[in-house]
């Protein structure tokens, strides 16, 4: 079964050229120009009563006709913020596994954001086949990084189905802490002609966001196109399972 998943850090859609402005519109025709069939979204907002914010994932989602899930990290101000999957098939099922903050490690320098995180997994039915998508988006420093890998990765270990990977990580691919998730999947990014790089996105530097899939998956095509409406690129993979 072929299909095309894609990864992409919405930045609570803030628009990235139109500082100030929100971003929905054009996320939701610029996926429906993508063509994908499942999607990851990482920086979403559900902030109640505030129409620019409330149900960022079902607004884009509506605006698609699609189905959706959120998957809550935190609570925000009087809301919630996480990640979300998106897909034109049937979710069959929808599970979160919470990523709590770790104490930092001794002598850790620290970055200004620190938060919990979290780990969804999502079964979604392609023309009768299922396939698995989990979805992250990893903290900044290295002990949430590695906590991150470490629940990620057994819930990797224990999965039976074909399944895929995909989020913005904040790590580049030689960071040896997610050395662990490139020796249980493949990074779908490996058979585009030359890398490229996804953040941040009118000149990126650094490749931190990530399609990963599953034994027994081909890629037949990946990329990393240049799209100025977050502050990162989007990242797609075409598959078969």
Not at 16 to 29: M, N, Y
Not at 87 to 115: N, Q
Not at 162 to 178: A, Q, R, S, T
Request: net charge negative.
């Amino acid at each position: 079964m072929k299909c095309k998943v894609m990864t992409y850090n919405i930045q609570s859609c803030c628009d990235f050229v139109e500082k100030g402005k929100r971003s929905q519109e054009k996320l939701i025709a610029y996926l429906r120009e993508t063509d994908a069939d499942v999607v990851v979204l990482n920086e979403v907002r559900d902030l109640p009563g505030d129409p620019l914010t409330e149900d960022q994932a079902g607004m884009i989602a509506r605006g698609l006709g699609w189905n959706y899930r959120f998957a809550k990290a935190i609570d925000l101000y009087n809301g919630s913020y996480g990640n979300a999957f998106l897909t034109r098939h049937p979710i069959k099922s929808f599970s979160v596994t919470p990523i709590p903050l770790k104490d930092p490690e001794p002598g850790e320098e620290l970055p200004r954001w620190r938060e919990a995180r979290c780990v969804f997994r999502a079964e979604v039915e392609i023309d009768g086949e299922t396939l698995v998508v989990f979805g992250s988006h990893f903290g900044l420093s290295a002990s949430e990084q590695k906590y991150a890998v470490e629940i990620t990765g057994a819930l990797l270990d224990a999965e039976s189905k074909p399944h895929v990977f995909m989020g913005d990580l904040n790590m580049e691919p030689d960071n040896p802490i997610l050395a662990p998730i490139f020796a249980r999947m493949k990074d779908a990014s490996t058979v585009m002609p030359e890398p490229k790089l996804s953040h941040i996105s009118d000149n990126p530097t650094v490749k931190i966001d990530y399609v990963f899939v599953s034994d027994g998956i081909t890629v037949h095509d990946a990329d990393i196109p240049a799209s100025l409406i977050s502050d990162h690129r989007p990242h797609w993979a075409e598959i078969e399972f």
